[in-house]
């Protein structure tokens, strides 16, 4: 095991670069009828979710009010979609990784086979940040925190204005750091120089 810094790095013989398969992500929020999403945000701009002392000014102050704050709350969802499909297509990613190792044999004794597949695979999440994979702005280990805690991006109508706004970054960081921790000591990182993959955005 070569150490540098504060990560540990997996010795792999020899200097051949390995292929992994295809990271393919959905650079879009795929969300099937927008206009849906901003009626949902205007209802819950318009209910009781916001007390009414928000919107204490002129009718058309009001109006133009709500509808900015429909607009955020548009914004906020959209990108949440955004971070759990990236998460959705990482996790694919890790999945098959883990096939590729077990497939060959120089490579699946660097593959912790006490570790439930693909959980707490941190190591190729590390792997996509070393290979500074661009992202677009999507935090990779909150993209995978969400797609941990969500199977399927939660409709706009299961979201509530706090976690919109506040909280679904603390959610994903906490699934994620729970999932890490899956991983038994010692957690090693893959050399990025020894590995080679594609990133397709669809």
Known sequence: M?????RAYVELPGDKQHELPPLLVHIAPRVKRLDKVVDMAKELVESDVFAPA???EAEIDQERRRMDLAIQMVEQYMNLVTHWQW????LEWIRQCETTFES?????????????PHAGRTSFVNLLADKSVPTDGVVLHKAVGL?????QPPPMSCCSDQFLFYLNGSVA???????????PNPVSSLPPERFHFQVVAM
């Open 54 to 56: 928000v919107f204490a």
């Open 173 to 183: 960081s906490t699934a994620y750091d729970k999932w890490a921790q899956m991983s």
């Open 2 to 6: 070569d150490i540098v810094g504060d």
């Open 87 to 90: 998460g959705d297509g990482v």
């Open 104 to 116: 060959r044999v120089d490579l699946r004794p660097f593959l912790r086979p006490d570790v439930w």
């Open 147 to 151: 797609r941990l805690a969500f199977r």
